[in-house]
């Protein structure tokens, strides 16, 4: 199981902005290693973010987000105790997840 995504929020005047940093590899499949052999491509290529179970938002990505991606993001019309999920799957097929209840 991949490392639980950890996410901040703060809700002002109706919007939360929220922050989220994804722990993961994201290998390009083009680097080596000290042997000289290829490291395969192991990477982020879809994140969802759901409001109450709706999504919100969906964004393709590729080899070239950088290790450990930080992710920011505003939610309109989010009102406390509003449930925020935000998920990724990999190449590999590898997924997370990380839940915020807004305050």
């Known amino acids: 199981m991949a490392a639980i995504i950890k996410i901040r929020g703060k809700l002002k005047d109706g919007t939360a902005k929220m922050k989220a940093l994804m722990p ?16 395969p491509a192991h990477y982020i ?30 939610v309109k019309n989010a009102v ?6 935000i998920t990724w799957q990999d190449n590999k097929g590898e997924a997370s997840a990380g839940e915020l209840i807004l305050k």
């Open 24 to 39: 993961h590899p994201m290998e390009t499949g083009t680097r080596r290693d000290p042997d000289g052999n290829i490291i």
């Open 45 to 74: 290529e879809t994140v969802r973010c759901l409001k109450n179970d709706m999504e919100i938002m969906s964004a393709q990505w590729g080899p070239s987000v950088s290790k450990n991606p930080y992710f920011a993001f505003r």
């Open 80 to 85: 406390v105790g509003d449930r925020i999920t």
